[in-house]
Structures are given as structure tokens and as C-alpha cells.
């Protein structure tokens, strides 16, 4: 069943899963701007030097994830079967459950905000490489260190105008 399919959203999933990926999200990041803070970034005259800068191979690899998150949904994220299989195992039930469709949502916005930074070192903009995956780490690191997911809470008001237009409409 896809985690896309009501049924599954009705299921839920365990919500320290997606903090759990927000932590290994944020470490990556935090190394990819670190890179390209120390000049690995720096947008060079030739395409070729710039694609193989360590920052922007690291920044494809979380723009992937980030994909995969988004298309498959956050269940099948690779994440998502390393706290599963490693992690869950040794926690207590989660509490309750958490919609995945907030989370997922979330992993879109991220590969929104990746590849536009993957783009931007394309495109020989200095710095923007390191800019967006400074946003991105921000918003993993909330999520991980707080719980707090950005993604999710413009699904959430996504959702609550969408109710309101249709209000309105009707």
C-alpha cells in the first residue's frame, strides 16, 4: 500500500523516524556547507571543476535523498529503513503516530531548497551552493534537535487555506 494511499496515512508512522533522518540530514548538510565555506564551493570558470567539487557531490547525494523521500514517501526513505531496522527495535511505542504526508511534503521542500543550490554552483553563483544548503540544514536541524518541522507546517496551512478557499467557494 503507498503511504500516498489514505489507509496508510490512517496507519501512521513512528514521528522520531523522520528526526531521526532530519539528524543524519543535518550532519550532511553541515559538512557540505563546511566544504564549501573552506573554498570548495567557490564557483570556478569551468563546468566541469565546479560539478566535481566535493560540496556540490555531497549536496546531489542529499538532493537524492531528498527525491527519494519525496516520491517514494518518508516510510521508504532509506532513513526511514536504517531507524526500523537499527533503532526502533531498542525504543519504547511511540505515543502515538504521525501522518505521513506532512513529513513527506517536507522532503519535497528540501529537494526544492537542494537543487536550487546545486543550480545556483551551476550557474557560478558564489556562495549559493552554500547558501541553500544552509536553509536546508536549518530546517533539519530544527526538526532533529526540536522536533520542529518547517515542511510541516506549511503543509498544515497548505491544507487549512485550501479548506478556507474551498469555504468560501461554496
Given at each position: 500500500m503507498s503511504e500516498k494511499d489514505p489507509a496508510s496515512a490512517l496507519r501512521g508512522i513512528d514521528p522520531r523516524g523522520p528526526r531521526f533522518g532530519a539528524a543524519i540530514t543535518a550532519a550532511l548538510l553541515l559538512v557540505v556547507i563546511a566544504l564549501g565555506l573552506g573554498g570548495a564551493a567557490d564557483p570556478s570558470p569551468e563546468l566541469g571543476a565546479r560539478v566535481a567539487q566535493p560540496a556540490f557531490v555531497l549536496l546531489a547525494v542529499a538532493?537524492?535523498?531528498?527525491?527519494?523521500?519525496?516520491?517514494?514517501?518518508?516510510?521508504?526513505?532509506?532513513?526511514?529503513?536504517?531507524?526500523?531496522?537499527?533503532?526502533r527495535p531498542r525504543l519504547a511505542p511511540p505515543r502515538e503516530l504521525e501522518d505521513p504526508r506532512p513529513p513527506t511534503f517536507a522532503q519535497g521542500m528540501g529537494l526544492v531548497v537542494a537543487a536550487a543550490g546545486l543550480l545556483l554552483q551551476l550557474f557560478a553563483v558564489p556562495y549559493g551552493l552554500v547558501a541553500a544548503a544552509a536553509l536546508a540544514f536549518v530546517a533539519a536541524y530544527l526538526n532533529a534537535a526540536?522536533?520542529?518541522?518547517?515542511?510541516c507546517q506549511v503543509y498544515l496551512l497548505l491544507i487549512r487555506l485550501r479548506g478556507r478557499r474551498t469555504a468560501i467557494g461554496s
Open positions: 538532493t537524492a535523498l531528498f527525491a527519494w523521500g519525496a516520491a517514494a514517501g518518508i516510510a521508504r526513505h532509506p532513513y526511514g529503513w536504517l531507524f526500523r531496522r537499527l533503532i526540536f522536533g520542529y518541522c518547517i515542511g
